[in-house]
């Protein structure tokens, strides 16, 4: 089990920053990918981003490809997302979820934050 929390998020402008954080506690972080998700009002869940267990891979949706990059410290249990040129349609609550080597699926997700991009 690992459990999953998330921070960061808030009211920024159009083109500012963000830095979201996920801190994991239970068993030993580095076991497990980790993805940042997004879910826009009432719609689905979408994939964002994601990071390999050593953080040696990355991998973003086109959406957000060049303006967010995915990061993880596995000393402080803790993936990043930083958050750069945003746009309004950056708004939604974002989620981080984690998965086992041998999960087939993200099972163990955050809370979330809410993000809104707005003048």
């Known amino acids: 089990q690992v459990q999953l929390v998330e921070s960061g998020g808030g009211l920024v402008q159009p083109g500012g920053s963000l830095r979201l954080s996920c801190v994991a506690s239970?068993?030993?972080?580095?076991?497990?990918?980790v993805a940042w998700f997004r879910r826009h009002s009432g719609k689905e869940r979408d994939f964002v981003a994601s990071?390999?267990?050593?953080?040696?891979?990355?991998y973003y949706s086109d959406a957000v490809k060049g303006r967010f990059t995915i990061s993880r410290d596995n000393a402080k249990n803790t993936v990043y997302l930083q958050m750069n040129s945003l746009k309004p349609e950056d708004t939604a609550v974002y989620y981080c979820?984690?998965?086992?080597?041998?999960?087939?699926?993200?099972?163990?997700w955050g809370q979330g934050t809410q993000v809104t991009v707005s003048s």
């Open positions: 979820g984690a998965r086992g080597v041998y999960d087939t699926a993200y099972g163990y």
């Open positions: 239970g068993r030993t972080f580095n076991n497990y990918f």
């Open positions: 990071i390999s267990r050593e953080g040696g891979y990355t």
